[in-house]
């Protein structure tokens, strides 16, 4: 015969168990609810900071642009470089200028309208650079030429003619080396002012 008290002991235990599996599905069903609203609570702000980042930074671009806009001009203090390529002989020549009182505060399209048929290529409160190309020959090319035992600069046209003495130096070829004394009295050819003075103080 079955024992009466077996059956009734693990009907107990089977009810007591699907209480407890009952109790454990609850709790754990509770658990991944709240740990899902917590993920997107998580995300939410994540994204919520992002737009609130991305907005700030936006306004400062757009601030620093402004600023950037309404600062952007010249004035006494301005570097102003003019370049001009000569087409004619392949030279360009960077020179810096004053700024005059016509190109003082002004903005890059006010300094166009008055530096008409150059080329604008940097435009700062602290630099201006302008290039232009010309069809000429430029007036920068020099000839350096030993004359009655001193070194003496010529100024050349275009056709490589001596025109005239740009500089007596009052350098001595005596105490040259035969190489340079021999260049010199041939003649050197520079092109440009500062290429002339460095070469001059190689001789001294």
Same mark, same amino acid.
Request: proline content about 1%; hydrophobic content about 35%.
């Given at each position: ?64 642009? @402004? ?9 006494? *203090?301005? #570097?102003? $470089? &003019? !370049?001009?390529?000569? +087409? ?61 035992? @001193? ?9 490589? *003619?001596? #025109?005239? $003495? &740009? !500089?007596?130096?009052? +350098? ?33």
């Amino acid at each position: 015969m079955v024992n009466i008290k077996m059956v009734r002991k693990m009907r107990k235990y089977i009810i007591l168990i699907a209480i407890a599996t009952a109790i454990v599905s609850f709790l754990l069903g509770l658990y991944l609810y709240k740990l899902n609203q917590i993920n997107e609570q998580i995300a939410f702000e994540a994204e919520y900071g992002k737009i609130q980042s991305e907005n700030i930074i936006n306004e400062a671009e757009n601030i620093i642009k @402004e600023t950037s806009m309404a600062e952007n001009k010249t004035s006494p *203090n301005t #570097k102003l $470089i &003019e !370049k001009k390529y000569y +087409i004619d002989c392949g030279h360009l020549i960077q020179e810096e200028q004053t700024m005059k009182e016509n190109l003082i505060n002004k903005e890059e399209s006010e300094f166009q309208t008055e530096y008409m048929g150059w080329e604008i290529q940097k435009f700062t409160p602290n630099e201006v650079v302008v290039y232009k190309e010309i069809h000429d020959f430029c007036n920068q090319h020099y000839l350096l030429k030993e004359l009655d035992g @001193e070194i003496v600069v010529y100024a050349l046209d275009k056709y490589d *003619n001596e #025109k005239n $003495i &740009e !500089k007596e130096t009052g +350098i001595q070829t005596r105490y040259l080396s035969e190489i340079d004394i021999e260049n010199l009295k041939e003649g050197i050819k520079v092109c440009g002012k500062k290429e002339v003075n460095k070469m001059l103080e190689d001789f001294e």
